[in-house]
């Protein structure tokens, strides 16, 4: 159900899909609001936050707050557990990275902020566990999908290879194809033409995974789906070759869509301009 936030000083009214209602200002002294939050349970809880211009320009700061977005994911990630027992809910900013993608066009970890990451690591000269990997990645990408969360969630796949690049992005397209991973939001990442052959190995391993090169063609390592939310941290890390990946996909929808349903790309936007106002 809708409820309405109120601003100030035309008493424009903004709609959001939320399960409180906010109201604001309940009074109001220079550049400081006063803002009276009306909880489930009756309460009123106070903020003081400061405005620009005469417009309040950031949600309170509640609705944006990790503790009560993590408390609800909690109990996501305890009902989940036991139907995904290899699965390792985790809080932590993930690794930064600046790669290429197939056509050598630059992305950045802080391109995806905003949006929920599902990123594997692969060698794409496996001929083993890799493709079963991806064939599995991609379930999950078409079932993400198929809930209208395409503009939420991306999907990463890295490459280790340490073969010429020309080759492995030639293997990385062929790949796409073959398990029909859909470009609009996917992407398979490799080094720069100025980076070193261990960049994305090396990467890898600040990701827990290690990728050892044994012989010419054939690199051991583990497999691990990692779930970035939207701010950058690592939330769960699925191991191994999944039987079931309907848990993973309703865990990525909590993420996107949040305790209030709010999605996670809004909640940054205003977490972005609540941040702003202080610096």
């Given at each position: 159900m809708n409820r309405q936030i109120w601003g100030r000083s035309d008493d424009q009214r903004l709609t959001l899909n939320l399960t409180t209602t906010l109201w604001w200002p309940s009074s109001q002294t220079g550049d400081r609001i006063v803002v009276h939050e009306l909880q489930g349970d009756g309460s009123i809880l106070l903020r003081g936050i400061r405005t620009?211009?005469?417009?309040?320009?950031?949600?309170?700061?509640?609705?944006?707050?990790?503790?009560?977005?993590?408390?609800?994911?909690?109990?996501?990630?305890?009902?989940?557990?036991?139907?995904?027992?290899?699965?390792?809910?985790?809080?932590y900013p993930a690794p930064e990275f600046r790669l290429a993608d197939v056509n050598g066009d630059i992305v950045t970890s802080e391109d995806?902020?905003?949006?929920?990451?599902?990123?594997?690591?692969?060698?794409?000269?496996c001929d083993e566990a890799c493709p079963i990997h991806q064939h599995l990645i991609g379930q999950v990408q078409h079932?993400?999908?198929?809930?209208?969360?395409?503009?939420?969630?991306?999907?990463?796949?890295?490459?280790?290879?340490?073969?010429?690049?020309?080759?492995?992005?030639?293997?990385?397209?062929?790949?796409?194809?073959?398990?029909?991973?859909?470009?609009?939001?996917?992407?398979?990442?490799?080094?720069?033409?100025?980076?070193?052959?261990?960049?994305?190995?090396?990467?890898?391993?600040?990701?827990?995974?290690?990728?050892e090169v044994v012989d010419e063609g054939v690199q051991m390592h583990g497999i691990v789906i990692h779930v970035i939310d939207g701010y950058g941290d690592m939330r769960?890390?699925?191991?191994?070759?999944?039987?079931?990946?309907?848990?993973?996909?309703?865990?990525?929808?909590?993420?996107?869509?949040?305790?209030?349903a709010v999605p996670v790309a809004l909640r940054y936007r205003f977490r972005r301009m609540f941040n702003s106002l202080f610096d």
């Amino acid at each position: 159900m809708n409820r309405q936030i109120w601003g100030r000083s035309d008493d424009q009214r903004l709609t959001l899909n939320l399960t409180t209602t906010l109201w604001w200002p309940s009074s109001q002294t220079g550049d400081r609001i006063v803002v009276h939050e009306l909880q489930g349970d009756g309460s009123i809880l106070l903020r003081g936050i400061r405005t620009r211009g005469g417009w309040l320009v950031a949600v309170v700061f509640w609705l944006l707050s990790t503790a009560a977005f993590g408390h609800s994911i909690e109990d996501v990630e305890a009902a989940l557990h036991d139907r995904q027992p290899h699965a390792q809910f985790v809080r932590y900013p993930a690794p930064e990275f600046r790669l290429a993608d197939v056509n050598g066009d630059i992305v950045t970890s802080e391109d995806m902020r905003g949006q929920v990451v599902i990123l594997n690591f692969i060698y794409t000269r496996c001929d083993e566990a890799c493709p079963i990997h991806q064939h599995l990645i991609g379930q999950v990408q078409h079932a993400v999908n198929a809930r209208g969360l395409h503009e939420d969630v991306v999907f990463i796949t890295i490459a280790t290879d340490t073969e010429d690049i020309a080759s492995t992005r030639r293997i990385m397209r062929e790949m796409g194809e073959r398990f029909r991973m859909g470009d609009r939001n996917w992407q398979f990442l490799f080094r720069q033409e100025s980076d070193p052959p261990e960049i994305t190995g090396n990467l890898a391993a600040e990701y827990g995974v290690r990728f050892e090169v044994v012989d010419e063609g054939v690199q051991m390592h583990g497999i691990v789906i990692h779930v970035i939310d939207g701010y950058g941290d690592m939330r769960a890390r699925f191991h191994g070759l999944l039987a079931d990946t309907e848990p993973m996909v309703s865990y990525v929808t909590a993420l996107v869509q949040g305790p209030e349903a709010v999605p996670v790309a809004l909640r940054y936007r205003f977490r972005r301009m609540f941040n702003s106002l202080f610096d």
